[in-house]
């Protein structure tokens, strides 16, 4: 690692020295017949050496010009596959070069190029002349050796920080930022998404990518692929590995669909565009091909969202229906589902709210539905019409008809049942379009995968999604009466925007969750921020502690998020006034996962936080995701729908097995 001047100074040095050397030995020691040859040896060694580490020149004069800015740059620490094969091309070549250069004076040497130098008259100008060409080639050849030399330095860079030794402590903050985006941008890389480094939104995905659900053997499905440190020093691959159960592979590679559909519980909350509803897709897919029949409620509600779904699911082999409204629903909700007692509870969900006045007459309505109820549950709203005018054939203890019958308006002269009867069928109309009595219900979805769109600005479609939680639950309840282990699968997104005002998003998270794991049915609900959930605190803490696997993407305020990954020990630093020296420092807790990386996240980066332990992934895009990102994989036309599926559904290929993503090696 001698630099270039010195050697050239070396090289001159060794020959104006040995000429004076020479000099003087003939004045004072007289003994001139060995000196020129040593002289001539010293001079071709000299030379030799200064070819050898000539190629080094260029290396560290690169390194020396960008180790102080390069390693705060993203595009420093992102890594290729090719990369080792350039850095190992790079030094063969040299080393051939230089072998092939040694080889040259060797051969020179034999045949008594030494000799021949001893005698010429000016040895120093003639070696010089025959060599410096060969110099000049060598230090071009230099440039090979920049990747093998940089790929050292960023290895030193990155132990150094990875230490905290860095003294600059701005310079580290900004490095551990630059590695982290390069993580992720090497991720998105790898699997063929293109995302903007500046704004960090997704600009399209390539056509050769992969896409999810992808099959990653053992009869798991890939969601994303994990973004792994993309400089690992030895001391990271040794150390004990870390690994979110569940929903990590073995190897730490891949997101995936817990196999067990009772692990499948997940809270997910990210900014409007971030991936959210890509990323459910891809779970639906995921839990279509592992065979869990999925309901899916959307309070975004977008149409072509459905469609798009439906069309993903098709392509996985399922048979999606889109529940809705009107002529062309595919299918619509059963509301007369369950025992009496669900159907009550129903019904009495759509009467107004107590409020101390009404709880004379709230009670009667209850009444008179138990009543009409005591044969069999109500199937429809006219089924309860009918039931209100043959009491005779419905309601056989004395009492209770004599309750019926008792005129309770003196001024209207309306009975007990025909008041009730009345407001209940009324508050019912609305849902007529919405609902069917031969429609799905959460115990008979009728298709692979139901997919309820709602939008709750309409009153509505608010009141029937806060119906369909209510029956969620009593769905739940049903399960375990029945000892119903069947995979199933609920995922609710903009979950929010469903709970009525008055009810606590996070109180019927908790409550929900909670029930699911004791039935053994996964459940995801996905909402824009943590704040959404509740405005109380204390509740968006037990919410986020039900045990349910927390995944997140970017959003302003993550801190609660933050929180749940733990903290760490780190160097809080006291650095000098200028900010550029460490001065003192003391140990502090920080959060693992950094808020400010939250916020500034790119578009399909998440993280998933579950028993105690966290990582940060990049999700696959899916078929719908972007029309050019059709997987590539043989063709397969999908299976026959029990229910109708768009017509618009392509008969494209299924399954991209051949395409694995580059091997991810550092
Ligand atoms: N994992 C992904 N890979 C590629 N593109 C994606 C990915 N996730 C989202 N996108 C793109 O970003 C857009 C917005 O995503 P979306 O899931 O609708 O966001 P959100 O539901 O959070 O509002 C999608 O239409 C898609 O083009
Ligand atoms: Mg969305």
Known sequence: MVPVPAMLDGVNKASGGAMTTTANDVDQTGDSGDDPFFFAVKLVFGLVLGLVCAPLIIPFLVRGLTTMWAP???WYWITYPWWWAVVSAGVALVALLLAAEVWQVVEWARAGGYTTLTQAASPVAEAWATVWPWLLLNVAAGVLLVPAVWSLQRRKVAERVRKRTIPDVVRQERIESAQKQATDLSSARKIGVKV?????????????????????????????????????????RIADQSRVPDWVTTDNRYLILPEKAGSCRLLLFSEAGTGKTVLLMSIIAAAVRSGQKVIFIDAKGVPRDARELARLVAQFGGTAAISGSGEDAQTRWNLFHGSAADVTAKLMRLQPPPDGSNQYYLEEVEAVLEVLQTKAPLRSRKDLLERANNLDEWVTDRDDYRMLREVVDSRTKKTAVERAVASVTKTLRRFDDWTDPEGWTFDDPGADVVICPLIPVDATQAALGDLLLLELRAYLKRRLEREDYSPALVIVDEFPQLVTPGNDPADLATRLFETMRSAGAGLILAGQSVEGLSVDAPMRARALNSGAAVMFGRQKSPEDLCALAG???????SGAATGEELRSGRAQHTYRIKPQDVREASGGQFWIVQGGHHATFRALPNASAEATATPTGRAEPPEPAALPVPATTPETPTENDDITPEEQTA
Do not use: C, F, W
């Open 196 to 236: 903007d480094a500046v704004t960090k939104t997704i600009t399209g995905s390539a056509t050769n990518g992969i896409t999810a659900p992808h099959p990653v053997g053992n009869g798991q499905y890939a969601l994303g692929v994990i973004n792994r440190e993309t400089i690992r020093g030895m001391a990271q």
């Open 72 to 74: 705060t740059k993203r």
């Open 567 to 573: 903290t760490e020990l780190r160097l809080e630093a």
